[in-house]
């Protein structure tokens, strides 16, 4: 069965500063990779996702993950830190269907 | 904006109410879900539908009922809950069928906040 870990329940940056979410999968097969964002009281919106093809992946408000086998990895990372990018972070791998998630990172920005 | 539309946002019911939380979308997907989310914790998978087929229940107790009346829309009946059923209900769908990218990305509603009082 597949699953992902996120190193790090809580992440606190300063404004502008580089942000870096660690996520690692476990798949018996090639995993379908996602990011989704959670606002304070809000759903949860898609950030970005690998499937197949380019390993460095691109998602909305600046952020991108790069996929490494090598390493089963997949974190997110954004150059510059904005306060609008405090939320929950989860990261998900999906098969037929069944996607399951990583028990989330708090991003904290401090201005 | 998202495409899966859940109402009533909020609810707050009794134990011994029945209530029900609906969710559409109409992009033609024909998998739907339902995740039920407590605070600080990732979603936890619920139901599936496919084709508006009953295709996975992980074992939730029977007081929640799904129902999946055509392709667009999902529906969770609520009756006799108890307060530690309160959490964010959420919805969500994808395709189920064509290139495996299309049907395993998940697009989730806004999500229905229950209180059980």
């Known amino acids: 069965a597949q699953s992902v870990t996120q190193l790090g329940s809580h992440v606190s940056v300063s404004e502008g500063a580089l942000v870096l979410l660690r996520c690692n999968y476990s798949?018996?097969?090639?995993?379908?990779l996602f990011w989704y964002v959670q606002y304070p009281n809000q759903g949860l919106q898609l950030l970005l996702k690998y499937t197949t093809g380019a390993t460095l992946v691109k998602g909305i408000n600046g952020f991108e993950a790069e996929f490494k086998k090598s390493e089963t990895s997949f974190h997110l990372t954004k150059p510059s830190a904005h306060m609008s990018d405090a939320a929950e972070y989860f990261c998900a791998v999906s098969l037929n269907n069944d996607m399951r998630f990583g028990a989330g990172t708090r991003l904290t920005v401090k201005p | 904006d998202t495409e899966v539309t859940q109402t009533p946002k909020h609810l707050v019911m009794g134990m011994t109410n029945k209530k029900s939380l609906k969710c559409e979308q109409h992009?033609?997907?024909?998998?739907m879900y339902w995740y039920k989310q407590k605070a600080k914790k990732p979603p936890e998978l619920m139901f599936v539908y496919s084709y508006e087929k009953l295709s996975i229940n992980e074992s939730v107790p029977s007081r929640f009922s799904p129902e999946c009346p055509n392709s667009s829309l999902l529906n969770l009946h609520l009756h006799a809950l108890q307060p530690e059923d309160s959490a964010l209900y959420l919805c969500?769908?994808?395709?189920?069928?064509?290139?495996?990218?299309?049907?395993?990305?998940?697009?989730f509603g806004e999500g229905s906040w229950l209180t059980v009082v």
């Open positions: 992009m033609g997907h024909r998998a």
């Open positions: 969500a769908s994808s395709q189920e069928s064509g290139p495996l990218e299309g049907r395993n990305t998940i697009y």
């Open positions: 798949s018996s097969v090639p995993p379908y």
